[in-house]
């Protein structure tokens, strides 16, 4: 996969621009870079620096009003080798920083959780309480395997939660092997499946690592595909919360379609939260309780009043309060915080 010498034919070629021709001459860049990355796509089709160099390519000639036919640059000189050879060895397993080394921007990020019922939110901000017995994928990608296995909240109840989470960092040769973490309830390990706490011998192995952030909350973060995991307890369900970078989120084929966190819970899964109110504790005590931790009365508090009226488990405000807490750090446009329906 040549992506890099792409890369770096763009940058050389857009260095300097200058004067009235300025657009014309940015417009010619961008077409000899879609050129280039044409050239190398059947050997560069599972490469993460080739889909990115593919998408940014498009928003920036969308961007710039450059026509997809037209002359291209001339061939320029390279960047010095080593200093490329420099920059590749280190930055290769920083997703950011690879990202605004291309771009000159830093990437965009979506934010998706499950918590609680489980209440799922999704990268669109889509909000769904789901019945889900069993185990159902909340995400399924190139990079990423996420899976939560849901039981019933109380004997009888249609509610169910969170009992085990298992996540699967997939294989990524330059930066680190394939990693599995795995939760259930009264045990959040900080630490992979074999032991380790980081993503093993290779070069890239610190780009993913694993820590207590406090008891019950376990945080994962995956530098070299721009993402970052939290895993949290509370009362007798997990919660997960995910801030991916947009194009790892993107990362999937049609066959795998399945992913609660891309398309929510199917039609049948779902439950009305304004069905609620038939519980072990009364709605209006169940509202007193949320309030205490979720002043606005958005999706998060509806959440928190329905798994408390369901569950009688007054435990259930601390998950819709980490969930909260979670979007509040994860999530790129605090606008979007809170989500009323």
């Not at 996969?1 to 961008?30: D, F, H, P, Q």
């Not at 044409?38 to 450059?66: F, P, W």
Request: with cysteine; hydrophobic share 35%.
């Amino acid at each position: 996969c040549k992506i890099l010498r792409c890369n770096s034919e763009y940058v050389a070629a857009t260095l300097n621009l200058r004067g009235s021709n300025r657009n014309a001459a940015y417009c010619n860049a961008l077409r000899s870079y879609s050129h280039c990355t044409r050239k190398t796509a059947r050997t560069c089709r599972g490469d993460l620096a080739y889909h990115s160099a593919v998408h940014g390519i498009e928003d920036l000639m969308i961007q710039n009003n450059c026509s997809k036919e037209g002359p291209t640059s001339p061939p320029r000189p390279r960047p010095p080798a080593p200093n490329h050879q420099g920059f590749e060895s280190l930055d290769i397993c920083n997703y950011e920083k690879n990202f605004l080394y291309k771009y000159g921007q830093p990437p965009s990020y979506q934010h998706c959780a499950a918590f609680g019922d489980p209440h799922i939110r999704t990268f669109h901000d889509d909000f769904h309480t789901c019945r889900v017995e069993g185990s159902w994928p909340l995400l399924d990608n190139d990079y990423l395997f996420v899976q939560a296995t849901s039981s019933p909240v109380a004997k009888g109840s249609n509610a169910t939660v969170t009992s085990k989470l298992t996540i699967i960092f997939k294989n990524m040769k330059e930066c680190i092997d394939q990693k599995v973490y795995q939760a259930e309830i009264d045990n959040l390990p900080a630490a992979f499946e074999d032991g380790s706490v980081n993503g093993g011998e290779r070069p890239g192995g610190s780009s993913l690592a694993i820590r207590e952030r406090s008891p019950g909350h376990v945080e994962i973060r995956a530098e070299y595909i721009g993402t970052t995991i939290a895993i949290r307890q509370a009362g007798r369900q997990l919660s997960f919360s995910i801030r991916a970078a947009e194009e790892v989120a993107r990362a999937f084929t049609e066959e795998q379609d399945l992913q609660l966190c891309v398309g929510g819970c199917p039609h049948s899964q779902r439950i009305s939260r304004s069905e609620c109110c038939r519980g072990r504790v009364a709605a209006e005590t169940a509202r007193a309780l949320c309030k205490e931790m979720l002043p606005v009365e958005d999706v998060y508090f509806q959440s928190c009043v329905f798994d408390v009226v369901t569950s009688g488990d007054a435990n259930f405000t601390m998950a819709a309060h980490g969930a909260l807490e979670d979007a509040r750090v994860f999530l790129p446009n605090a606008e979007k915080l809170h989500i009323f329906q």
